[in-house]
């Protein structure tokens, strides 16, 4: 049970329990020939069972046993129970399922935890009923207002934060993505140190800022407290990196060859690098961004189709909220029409923008671009549910690889492009992508600047503050 829950049982038990014990030593008071207590304003004061004390052989002893058993009922294990059940956290005291009434039965416990325990045994604490009903009953009642007050004290604190907790979350992460199974969702499932796999932590009715595992562990549930817990995705389960960050999703469509993976690669190396050096600690978070493999970045295999997991790096920057930067590399055989192609490009749906990549050196990838681009369409329509021809205000950059050999700036791809005989594909483009841009970059060797060009374009387009600061210090490195 977690410190909220002990302060409000604590302070309704207190105060029911603390009504009943001036009610029992009123009622002794009388029982022994007093007169009751005087209180100003309210005159004489009896206690409510003198009558039944002086009833009874040894008034004074039963009335004391009685009391002293109802009590023992309310600190059994069935009262203070709050365990969850199907999210393995536990509930605060005042908000567990039928609440009210389990807290109005607490008095009566030593019935339900032997019924628990075993029912024959429901027979001693019947059998002993006369000495502590009156006092359970009695109790019972003094219970109603002290956890009215509880509860109505705890919903309302339960909504601010709730309130205050929702706004954090959609202005500094939006959504989460898995890198395996590429859905998007709200929130990703915590794994507890135990173990344990509970639902994202939000305030509500297991905590307000902490909640508390089954098993006693202490989780933050407020936004910015939680960057550290390890999560997974509610969908394929597999254990995912998200510190709340806010994604900035980039999917790389292109045929074989064309350069997708070392422009990735390139422009992660860039980014982590300027990033690093206006102070804002950049990590990789998946194996294909590994240091090893961005400093091998030169020498990278064909990506098979398997190797379908996005990769992730994170961004930092001090005092703001941290972005996930989220590549979606796949096969350019993906692309390629007559294939029996696997529509798991989910990110589709997400994504901020793409990048498109062919190598202008291959006459035989210029002269498929329009195949390429269709297929990928294809795909990026059918799976946002839209219809072909549809407008999309996703980024679309039109990449040329090999910079180090073509020569071409900026500015002259889109002249290449038509010197080449490809007006369909820009004019498509540009019909369909009002958003985009040419670029021509060189992703290998140690000058390759130019290849995070297209990926800051795109995170300009996201959070134009941060890109303007990574970007003033890798140009200052050109
Ligand atoms: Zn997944
Ligand atoms: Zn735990």
Known sequence: MNGTSKVLVGSVYGAALAYALLSLILSLQTYGGDAGMTIPGLGLIHGPYSAFISSMPYGVAIAAGGFALSVAGMFTKGPLDVAGRENPVEYLWTHRPNAFLRCLAAPWGLITSAWEKDRRMVAIP??????????????????????????????????????????????????????????????????????????????????????????????????????????????CRKKISTHEAMPVCVSLAGASRAGKTTLMLASAYVLIDGARRCGIPAEAATEGLSPERLAAK?????????????????????????????????????????????????????????????????????????????????????????????KSDV??????????????????????????????FVNTVESLFPNHEYFSVCSVGSDCQSAVEPLMWILHGVDRDLADRINAKIRANK
Request: charge should be negative; proline fraction near 6%; aromatic fraction near 10%.
């Open 126 to 235: 019947v059998a002993l009923s006369p000495l502590y009903a009156v006092w359970s009953l009695l109790i019972t009642v003094a219970l109603v207002v002290p956890f009215a007050i509880a509860w109505a004290t705890v919903s309302w604190k339960i909504s601010s934060a709730r309130e205050n907790e929702k706004v954090r979350y959609r202005t500094s992460t939006q959504f989460a993505v898995c890198p395996s199974c590429k859905r998007r969702f709200s929130r990703p499932n915590v794994i507890c140190s135990c173990g344990l796999v509970i639902d994202y932590p939000v305030p509500g009715i297991h905590g307000i800022r902490q909640q508390t595992c089954n098993n006693g562990d202490s989780i933050p549930c407020t936004a910015g407290s939680r960057t550290g817990l390890a999560t997974s995705c509610p969908y």
């Open 298 to 390: 030169d020498s990278t295999d064909v990506t098979l189709s398997e190797e379908a997991e996005s990769e992730c790096l994170f961004l930092k920057p001090h005092g703001e909220g941290e972005r996930e930067i989220v590549f979606n590399d796949i096969a350019g055989s993906e692309f390629e029409p007559d294939l029996g192609k696997h529509l798991f490009e989910e990110y589709y749906k997400y994504a901020d923008g793409t990048l498109f990549v062919f190598d202008p050196t291959d006459p035989a990838g210029i002269s498929g671009l329009m195949d390429v681009f269709d297929s990928f369409y294809g795909m990026f329509t059918q799976i946002r549910c839209e219809s072909p021809g549809t």
């Open 395 to 424: 980024m679309f950059a039109v990449v040329a690889s090999r910079r180090d050999r073509t020569g071409l700036e900026d500015g002259d791809v889109r002249p290449f492009l038509m010197s080449k005989g490809q007006d369909a």
